[in-house]
């Protein structure tokens, strides 16, 4: 099992910024991928960006592509998401969320452990 723990949403102003943490415990961090997704009010939960174990690899949605930047600290078994530019339209709770192995998906049902979630709302 490993339990993940969001934090760092909150309201901020278009084109401002803010850093989401996904703090981890329980089984080993580090053999796991983290994934960042996202769910905007009435719409389906959608993939932001993942990276695998190691943090040599990468992958973002084209949405968030060029703004958002996803890392991890393994010593502290947290992930983060840096997200700048912000617009409204990512407005949205976030979750993190985590499967085991090396390689990376954009599919929510390939992710076995979640977050409960942190709101970020941008204002325009």
């Known amino acids: 099992q490993v339990q993940l723990v969001e934090s760092g949403g909150g309201l901020v102003q278009a084109g401002g910024s803010l850093r989401l943490s996904c703090s981890a415990s329980?089984?080993?961090?580090?053999?796991?991928?983290m994934g960042w997704f996202r769910q905007a009010s009435g719409k389906e939960r959608e993939f932001v960006a993942a990276i695998i174990w190691s943090g040599g690899s990468t992958y973002y949605a084209d949405a968030v592509k060029g703004r958002f930047t996803i890392s991890r600290d393994n010593a502290k078994n947290t992930v983060y998401l840096q997200m700048n530019s912000l617009k409204p339209e990512d407005t949205a709770v976030y979750y993190c969320?985590?499967?085991?192995?090396?390689?990376?998906?954009?599919?929510?049902?390939?992710?076995?452990?979640w977050g409960q979630g942190t709101q970020v709302t941008v204002s325009s």
């Open positions: 969320a985590a499967r085991f192995g090396s390689t990376w998906s954009t599919y929510n049902y390939n992710y076995a452990y």
């Open positions: 329980g089984r080993t961090f580090t053999h796991h991928t």
